[in-house]
């Protein structure tokens, strides 16, 4: 039972450098999502997948892209990681879109930039 | 605007002594709201889901209740394998995700 997978799980990448984050989880779910997660923040949505083969912007999408790259993945990416993207990000997954059974969180993929 | 509100920050209680995590929300119209509980350096981990005023869930120590304005996460005898950070989140109807709270950190002493 793995759930949902995240890879990596510590990052450090220097300013101006890109990363892509993976996501997969092996429940069938439909919907995918990514947060991030800051002290005093909160989880904040950034990209979510209601189902394969559409995206939509979350709460603060500036500079991140995703791609649902079939049911099981979706991933995230950093084209020019910032200091400011110094953060904890989740990507989780749900049955149906919204959760109506809850949420699936993956454990997390701390990232720093400096 | 979807607004989520949780008090206290931090909560501190020794073994035993029992209390209440609040959870206020704005939503324009309510689909469900859910408490999650988060330790340390893991991904938060599904608790409960409520749909309407009134509505109890009840797993092991904890209880969730709901009404129209806030939901309440009540802790029985706590145990210190119950020190977690607690989120709460809502869905609108209609909406595709859901909000979250900045969570509380309850700490339970032995």
């Known amino acids: 039972n793995a759930g949902v997978t995240q890879t990596p799980k510590f990052q450090v990448l220097k300013t101006g450098q890109s990363m892509t984050l993976q996501c997969a989880q092996d429940?069938?779910?439909?919907?995918m999502y990514w947060y991030r997660q800051d002290p005093g923040m909160g989880l904040r949505l950034i990209y979510y997948?209601?189902?394969?083969?559409?995206?939509d912007k979350g709460e603060v999408p500036n500079g991140y892209n995703v791609s649902r790259l079939n049911k099981r993945e979706f991933s995230l990416r950093l084209e020019s990681a910032a200091p400011s993207q110094t953060s904890v990000y989740f990507c989780?997954?749900?049955?149906?879109?919204?959760?109506?059974?809850?949420?699936?969180f993956g454990s997390g993929t701390r990232l720093t930039v400096v | 605007e979807d607004q989520v509100t949780q008090s206290p920050e931090a909560l501190r209680l020794q073994e035993g002594e029992s209390s209440s995590l609040n959870c206020s929300y704005t939503v324009s119209g309510l689909r469900g709201l859910f408490w999650y509980r988060q330790d340390p350096g893991k991904g938060p981990e599904f608790l409960f889901t409520l749909y309407s005023a009134g509505e109890e869930k009840e797993k092991e120590r904890l209880k969730a209740t709901l009404t129209k304005k806030e939901s309440f996460l009540h802790i029985t005898a706590p145990k210190p394998e119950d020190s977690a950070t607690y989120l709460c989140a809502v869905q609108a109807v209609g909406a595709q995700k859901l909000v979250f709270g900045q969570g509380t950190r309850l700490t339970i002493n032995p």
């Open positions: 429940m069938n779910h439909n919907s």
């Open positions: 989780a997954s749900s049955e149906l879109a919204g959760g109506n059974y809850g949420y699936t």
């Open positions: 997948s209601a189902s394969e083969g559409t995206t």
